[in-house]
């Protein structure tokens, strides 16, 4: 019986503990998104694709069960470090 307590304990502190990295990272991604907007209105792609590629990186680490998440900021990281190449090789 306090084996299984014991058990239960850990558990409970690993589950605890992973559910608080869930949020810390869904939290940096909410916040890395709105620099990416931000970015956007500015006309700012280099920043936009370094603030998505960062979104891309927290969405990753949240564990999140909605895939589709993962997907869509990959294709928006995709987009905006594309459209900044695209300025930086039209400046040269």
């Known amino acids: 019986m306090k ?3 014991a058990l239960v304990l850990a558990l409970t502190s690993t589950l605890a503990s ?3 990295k ?3 990272e869904l939290e940096r991604a909410v916040r890395l998104q709105n620099l990416t907007v931000v970015a956007l209105i500015n ?3 280099d920043l936009a694709c370094k603030a ?6 927290a969405l990753s ?3 999140t069960a909605s895939p ?3 997907v869509s900021a990959r294709s928006s990281q995709r987009e ?3 459209t900044s190449l695209s300025k930086v090789l039209a400046q040269q």
């Open 3 to 5: 084996y299984t307590l």
């Open 18 to 20: 992973a559910a608080d």
């Open 22 to 24: 869930v949020d810390v």
């Open 43 to 45: 006309d700012d792609y």
């Open 52 to 57: 998505q590629t960062q979104v891309v990186d």
């Open 61 to 63: 680490k949240s564990y």
């Open 68 to 70: 589709d998440l993962l």
């Open 80 to 82: 905006f470090c594309d």
